[in-house]
Each structure stands twice: as structure tokens, then as C-alpha cells.
């Protein structure tokens, strides 16, 4: 077995560096048409909401609450 050249070994180094650049581009481009195309879904299309106050129905509750609590009340319901 004998030794390659360095300047062999540089083409093979230049040429896999070159086929893993390409196949990455290949997938990238693969995945994103299929993302666009709506096949995979995206990350940010989570409809769920991430924290108590993105909850509809917790500030719903609470706006109920608050209204209670500020509610006038009559002081002197036979006034009326």
C-alpha cells in the first residue's frame, strides 16, 4: 500500500467537503418546499396558548373577578 500525494489526498478532501455541502443544500431545500406545501407543520403554528395570560377563557375569569370586586354597590337600597 503506498502512500498518497498530497495533493491526491487534497482532491478527495475538496471533493467529499463538496458532496456534504450539496447533499445539506439538497435537504434544506427539500424540507423547506415541504414545510411551504404544509406536509410538515411549522414550529410557530401552535394555536395553544403559552402562559395563563394568552389563556381567553383565564382573562375571561378574571375580568369577571375584577368586576365583581369593583362593582358599586347601593348603599341604601330603600332609597330607591
Known sequence: MRPC???IYAV???KFLLLVIIL???IYFTVRVIQRRGILPHRGA???PFGPDDDPDFLRDLDRKRRRRHKP???DPSSS
Open 73 to 75: 354597590e347601593d348603599p
Open 24 to 26: 445539506a443544500a439538497a
Open 5 to 7: 500525494p498530497a495533493g
Open 46 to 48: 401552535d394555536p395553544r
Open 12 to 14: 478527495r478532501v475538496f
